[in-house]
């Protein structure tokens, strides 16, 4: 769905979502990044990340929460970022964004853990993605401590493991999966 058109996004939950069908598991993973000096930032390049990175998290656990409700089971696992942590120069729309999706996340999670769902929060580094491309002019070895840039297979394990059962008794938390970058 595109993320830019909340039409597009009410429009595909409604064929998605019908009265005996529900996700049980939600790992909201949008984000998109428009690089400036706040500055020079354009009104449309602030409001597309927060479109982006934060009010589609409204509208797909506005979506997803009733079938887990009802189920009283749920996983909701977003994925923010270092930047949403601890900020970053060019960044202020995309580190605004990502940080209120941790700041949702946790209040979300207090809302709906005695309903049997749990919300946690991801915060990849740099991670050698179609995102990450364009940073060759970031020297990764030396910022980072492991001294190279994370795999998606290294997020994806820990969002596996939120997912499952053997993460019952977590709730609300970032777990940060950026070689030590911030920590």
């Known amino acids: 769905m595109n993320l830019l ?6 429009s595909k939950i409604s064929e998605i979502f019908t009265d ?9 993973n949008a984000g998109a990044m428009s690089d400036t000096a706040f500055y020079f930032m354009s009104e449309n390049q602030w409001d597309d990340i927060i479109q982006i990175s934060l009010n589609s998290f409204f509208y797909l656990n506005q979506a997803c929460l009733p079938h887990m409700i ?3 089971w749920g996983r909701i696992i977003t994925i923010s970022s270092v930047s949403g942590e601890m900020g970053n120069r060019g960044q202020v729309n995309y580190s605004a964004a990502k940080g209120a999706v941790i700041a949702a996340t946790k209040a979300l999670s207090k809302e709906v853990a005695r309903k049997g769902i749990l919300v946690n929060s991801v915060s990849p580094g740099f991670i050698d993605t179609q995102m990450t491309k364009d940073l060759e002019h970031i020297n990764i070895k030396e910022m980072v401590p ?10 994806a394990g820990v ?11 977590i ?3 970032v777990i940060q999966v950026n070689g030590g970058l911030y920590s």
Do not use: M, Q, W
């Open 20 to 28: 005996d069908t529900g996700f049980d598991i939600l790992i909201h």
């Open 171 to 173: 709730n609300g938390t």
């Open 146 to 155: 492991v001294g190279r840039a994370g795999k998606p297979s290294e997020v």
């Open 70 to 72: 009802s189920n009283r």
């Open 159 to 169: 969002v596996g493991f939120l997912a499952s059962d053997d993460a019952s008794y």
């Open 5 to 10: 058109d909340i039409d597009d996004i009410k």
